[in-house]
């Protein structure tokens, strides 16, 4: 079958998530849906309410708040941090490394470094090789801290956005704020700019806004790499998990385990030709990249919560083997997902953006890593990338008002998006979005009339843009 160019934009609201159910449970949620339309907890009202607490929203939370907004920053898990806390994606990759994602990332090395001395250097421009990896739930004691340091965010865990506050004009959606979920009811929360971070996009197809899913082709854009037909494909996910020697002398049986890459604290591969090096550096807590396993439809919660019992199931062997060996074992608490929506905004970023370097004029972020499709062979020449930046008008969607976008889910190609998609770059988006709404609460002007040279100065006095300047220190 093939998919044409139109076939994946997709309007939302039209067979959002709930292609794969039967016509009778869908008119069961549009009956609830219509009977819990009052809310019964009291309005809240922000400057900014930012949705969703990982790579992308932590950092523009912070931001928005450090410029003077009043901000609320829901997250649906109990506790923030995203990938890295929830799906034990531990492991950073890409950079530059600056801002908010540079501070956290010093905590974590100073702080929660495993069985070791901590790093001095912690890689720049993310292609140094320079790695580190820290617990799940040492990401998140950081980011508390960082939160509660700052007096304008109000952090609300536990709370699934599940509808937006919208009205229209013209041909525009002028995005007012969310709904939580509380209790089985409703609690709306007002802004004036909302910035969805959910790493799915699901706070923009709310909304209305039209977004990008799948495989495109690769003329679509114009692009080098990619497939010559349309099929609509994702990237596999995931369920990562870390394991730790509870047996003295125990060594990682990585000869024997069928499919697990890892990688020990102190950024060292592990394979099985390293068994001596194993035994001589004792951190003994490994992070593995575990089961991989396609999920059809990752906007479709059900189909993703199946991928992860099939990826759990796929584990069983391993995870024997490991016991046996003498070790004991962490599955995260969620499949990682690498790929769902990718918004629909006012420029779309493309392979060639990125294989060029090209740094618009409008940038709001630097960036740099290759292109990492997974499921994908990309020739190894056209993979590398040099450092490029991030427009501003890919964090405006299209046709709407008052929405602003963070992290992996930007307008972007599925080939550039697989470069954008590691933590610091989602990081540096989300500092540049919190700034941007701050400027536009301040201003009165609406997200998309804010002064870009006002912005990018911000940005800079902030680090932001001192990833790729040759000052010869470490970052
Ligand atoms: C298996 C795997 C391996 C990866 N490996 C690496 C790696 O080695 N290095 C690297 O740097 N990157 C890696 N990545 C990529 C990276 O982790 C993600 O792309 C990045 O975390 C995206 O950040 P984000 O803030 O956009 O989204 P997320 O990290 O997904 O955060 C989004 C947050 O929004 C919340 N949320 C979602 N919906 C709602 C809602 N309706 N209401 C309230 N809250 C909501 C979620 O709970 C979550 O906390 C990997 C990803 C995966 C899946």
Same mark, same amino acid.
């Given at each position: 079958?093939?998919?044409?160019?139109?076939?994946?934009?997709?309007?939302?609201?039209?067979?959002?998530?709930?292609?794969?159910?039967?016509?009778?449970?869908?008119?069961?949620?549009?009956?609830?849906?219509?009977?819990?339309?009052?809310?019964?907890?009291?309005?809240?009202?922000?400057?900014?309410?930012?949705?969703?607490?990982?790579?992308?929203?932590?950092?523009?939370?912070?931001?928005?708040?450090?410029?003077?907004?009043?901000?609320?920053?829901?997250?649906?898990?109990?506790?923030?941090?995203?990938?890295?806390?929830?799906?034990?994606?531990?492991?950073?990759?890409?950079?530059?490394?600056?801002?908010?994602?540079?501070?956290?990332?010093?905590?974590?090395?100073?702080?929660?470094?495993?069985?070791?001395?901590?790093?001095?250097?912690?890689?720049?421009?993310?292609?140094?090789?320079?790695?580190?990896?820290?617990?799940?739930?040492?990401?998140?004691?950081?980011?508390?801290?960082?939160?509660?340091?700052?007096?304008?965010?109000?952090?609300?865990?536990?709370?699934?956005?599940?509808?937006?506050?919208?009205?229209?004009?013209?041909?525009?959606?002028?995005?007012?704020?969310?709904?939580?979920?509380?209790?089985?009811?409703?609690?709306?929360?007002?802004?004036?700019?909302?910035?969805?971070?959910?790493?799915?996009?699901?706070?923009?197809?709310?909304?209305?806004?039209?977004?990008?899913?799948?495989?495109?082709?690769?003329?679509?854009?114009?692009?080098?790499?990619?497939?010559?037909?349309?099929?609509?494909?994702?990237?596999?996910?995931?369920?990562?998990?870390? /394991? #730790? *020697?509870?047996?003295?002398?125990? %060594?990682?049986?990585? $000869? &024997?385990?069928?499919?697990? +890459?890892?990688?020990? @604290?102190?950024?060292?591969?592990?394979?099985?030709?390293?068994?001596?090096?194993?035994?001589?550096?004792?951190?003994?807590?490994?992070?593995?990249?575990?089961?991989?396993?396609?999920?059809?439809?990752?906007?479709?919660?059900?189909?993703?919560?199946?991928?992860?019992?099939?990826?759990?199931?796929?584990?069983?062997?391993?995870?024997?083997?490991?016991?046996?060996?003498?070790?004991?074992?962490?599955?995260?608490?969620?499949?990682?997902?690498?790929?769902?929506?990718?918004?629909?905004?006012?420029?779309?970023? /493309? #392979? *060639?953006?990125?294989?060029?370097? %090209?740094?618009?004029? $409008? &940038?709001?972020?630097?960036? +740099?890593?290759?292109? @990492?499709?997974?499921?994908?062979?990309?020739?190894?020449?056209?993979?590398?990338?040099?450092?490029?930046?991030?427009?501003?008008?890919?964090?405006?969607?299209?046709?709407?008002?008052?929405?602003?976008?963070?992290?992996?889910?930007?307008?972007?190609?599925?080939?550039?998006?697989?470069?954008?998609?590691?933590?610091?770059?989602?990081?540096?988006?989300?500092?540049?979005?919190?700034?941007?709404?701050?400027?536009?609460?301040?201003?009165?002007?609406?997200?998309?009339?804010?002064?870009?040279?006002?912005?990018?100065?911000?940005?800079?006095?902030?680090?932001?843009?001192?990833?790729?300047? &040759?000052?010869?220190?470490? +970052?």
């Amino acid at each position: 079958m093939s998919f044409s160019r139109r076939s994946f934009l997709i309007k939302a609201g039209a067979g959002l998530a709930f292609g794969a159910l039967s016509p009778a449970i869908l008119s069961a949620q549009d009956t609830k849906k219509a009977k819990s339309i009052i809310s019964t907890h009291p309005k809240l009202q922000c400057d900014v309410v930012v949705v969703g607490a990982g790579p992308g929203g932590v950092p523009a939370a912070l931001a928005a708040a450090r410029n003077g907004s009043k901000v609320i920053l829901v997250e649906e898990d109990n506790m923030p941090g995203g990938a890295p806390v929830d799906m034990y994606v531990t492991y950073i990759c890409g950079g530059p490394r600056v801002g908010a994602f540079q501070r956290m990332v010093k905590k974590l090395n100073d702080f929660h470094t495993i069985g070791g001395e901590a790093c001095d250097t912690f890689g720049n421009a993310g292609q140094d090789g320079k790695n580190h990896w820290w617990m799940p739930g040492d990401y998140a004691q950081v980011i508390y801290q960082a939160i509660a340091a700052e007096k304008n965010i109000t952090l609300l865990c536990g709370a699934p956005v599940v509808d937006t506050i919208v009205t229209h004009k013209g041909n525009r959606n002028i995005v007012q704020g969310v709904r939580i979920m509380r209790n089985g009811e409703l609690q709306d929360i007002e802004a004036s700019v909302t910035i969805d971070a959910t790493g799915t996009g699901i706070v923009a197809a709310m909304a209305g806004c039209e977004y990008m899913f799948g495989s495109e082709a690769k003329s679509d854009f114009n692009e080098e790499i990619g497939i010559e037909v349309a099929d609509g494909k994702i990237q596999p996910c995931t369920l990562m998990f870390i /394991t #730790q *020697r509870i047996k003295r002398h125990a %060594v990682l049986p990585v $000869d &024997k385990m069928k499919g697990s +890459s890892g990688v020990e @604290d102190q950024y060292d591969w592990v394979r099985a030709a390293d068994k001596e090096a194993m035994i001589k550096r004792d951190a003994g807590i490994y992070l593995h990249w575990g089961k991989t396993v396609y999920c059809k439809d990752t906007r479709d919660s059900l189909l993703v919560a199946e991928a992860q019992r099939k990826a759990l199931e796929g584990l069983e062997e391993n995870m024997q083997i490991l016991h046996e060996a003498g070790y004991a074992t962490h599955i995260a608490p969620k499949i990682g997902v690498r790929e769902v929506r990718r918004i629909k905004g006012e420029y779309v970023l /493309t #392979q *060639r953006d990125l294989s060029n370097g %090209v740094q618009h004029d $409008d &940038k709001i972020a630097d960036a +740099s890593y290759y292109f @990492d499709v997974w499921g994908m062979k990309i020739d190894e020449k056209l993979k590398r990338v040099p450092p490029y930046g991030i427009p501003y008008r890919s964090l405006i969607p299209v046709n709407t008002e008052g929405l602003l976008l963070a992290g992996r889910i930007i307008s972007a190609t599925r080939i550039a998006h697989s470069s954008l998609r590691v933590q610091p770059i989602c990081s540096n988006i989300g500092e540049a979005a919190g700034t941007a709404a701050a400027l536009s609460v301040m201003y009165k002007t609406g997200v998309r009339s804010i002064d870009i040279k006002e912005l990018q100065a911000n940005l800079n006095a902030n680090g932001l843009f001192n990833g790729f300047r &040759k000052t010869g220190s470490k +970052s």
